[in-house]
Each structure stands twice: as structure tokens, then as C-alpha cells.
């Protein structure tokens, strides 16, 4: 799962910046994270961010891992970016496999 979960991020973070996406300077963390994030609620959680913010802060995931409003906010803003990114996966994995 770990590997798996750190293989989309760096797909998504490297997408986000070959689309020219700018995080926003105050954001403590990194629109890739939130997508991973939302990523793993959605494949190991059965969607609960709340389950999947606890497991990326008891393993040390990310620097900074979001209260759940404040992800809830940054993943409703970031929702336009999501099923592109979720079809860039997809082929990735079909790819691979």
C-alpha cells in the first residue's frame, strides 16, 4: 500500500506541475498531498478522510497533514483537478501492470 500511495503522489505532484498549477504560498500542504490523501481514503478507508488524515499523521506521510476541515476545503477547491488526474493514474497503473 505504502509503495503504491508514494508512487501516486509523485505521479499527481509531477502532473500538477507539468499542468502549471501554483499552490497557494500560505498553504502548509502541497495540493499533491490533499489528492493523496483523498486517494487513500477512497481505496483504503472506503472514503472516511477522516481514517485516512489519522494513518498519514501516525506514519509521518506528509510534514504537515490537515485538520479535516481544512482538507475538506483544499480537496472541494482542488475537485475540477481530480478526475483528470485519477484517468492520468489509471492508465499508469494499466501500463504498468
Request: charged share 15%; glycine share 4%.
Amino acid at each position: 500500500m505504502l509503495s503504491r500511495l508514494i508512487a501516486a503522489f509523485c505521479i499527481i505532484d509531477d502532473a500538477l506541475q507539468a499542468m502549471g498549477y501554483k499552490d497557494d504560498p500560505q498553504a502548509k500542504t502541497p495540493a499533491s498531498a490533499i489528492l493523496t490523501l483523498a486517494l487513500l481514503a477512497a481505496l483504503e478507508f472506503g472514503g472516511k478522510h477522516n481514517k485516512a488524515l489519522a494513518l498519514a499523521k501516525d506514519l509521518g506521510l506528509f510534514t504537515h497533514v490537515p485538520s479535516p476541515s481544512r482538507f475538506n476545503r483544499r480537496l472541494h477547491a482542488l475537485y475540477p483537478l481530480l478526475l483528470p488526474l485519477l484517468h492520468l493514474l489509471a492508465q499508469v497503473w494499466k501500463h504498468l501492470h
